[in-house]
């Protein structure tokens, strides 16, 4: 199970990042890949990734060569089974929420540039489905290769996105779509269905 965890990840990584920078490569001939990283929470949040990107790729080569003891309760085959089923799907849902926000994907916000909001197809069930994906798949790897340094990678990505949404992603959008995303954050949840919706009286729209 731990090898197709390992699997998994990879792909993962293959899928969560280079199909969207092909698309964006074939859409604009080359000329952009939808990086926009700047400012220090941004940058922050890059070097997060690394550290959960280690995390991912060297936690199941530990847990193979038997360096990493397995917490005990979660150590049951039907259980890490489970678990890979959840990550696959998380893996499949990332790239679905990706291609369907279209030439509206991004890494990162450039608060000089102006994109579309997407509110339909799975951003229509979720305000952040991309991130809800990710989750997913970390919460499936972990279960996959139950150990304290799997749910601790994933703890890390939380609290990642969580900072990365409420800092500068829901700032950005609300500067740039004003009462539409206002409208829309309040209806819709941040990462799960019906949870996080913004309050009536959290924001106004800027004047």
């Not at 369907?100 to 994907?105: E, F, L, Q, T």
């Not at 209806?187 to 924001?203: K, S, T």
Request: glycine share 12%.
């Amino acid at each position: 199970m731990t090898l197709v965890a390992l699997g998994t990840y990879v792909l993962w990584l293959a899928l969560a990042f280079g199909v969207p920078i092909t698309a964006m490569r074939r859409r604009t001939g080359g000329r952009d890949s939808g990086m926009r990283i700047s400012g220090p929470v941004q940058w922050g949040g890059e070097a997060a990734f690394g550290v959960i990107g280690l995390v991912g790729l060297t936690n199941p080569v530990l847990d193979l060569l038997g360096v990493l003891p397995r917490i005990d309760p979660l150590d049951q085959l039907p259980l890490r089974a489970l678990g890979a089923v959840t990550a696959l799907a998380g893996v499949a849902a990332t790239l679905y929420a990706q291609l369907s926000m279209g030439p509206s994907w991004r890494i990162g916000v450039d608060a000089a540039e102006r994109t579309d909001l997407v509110t339909t197809g799975p951003f229509g069930v979720v305000r952040n489905p991309i991130f809800s994906s990710m989750l997913l798949t970390g919460l499936g790897l972990s279960f996959a290769v139950p150990n304290v340094v799997s749910f601790g990678g994933l703890l890390l990505l939380y609290a990642t996105v969580s900072v990365l949404v409420r800092q500068v992603e829901e700032p950005h959008l609300i500067s740039l779509h004003g009462a539409d995303y206002l409208a829309y954050a309040r209806r819709v949840g941040r990462f799960l269905p019906g949870i996080g919706r913004l309050r009536r009286d959290a924001v106004r729209p800027p004047r």
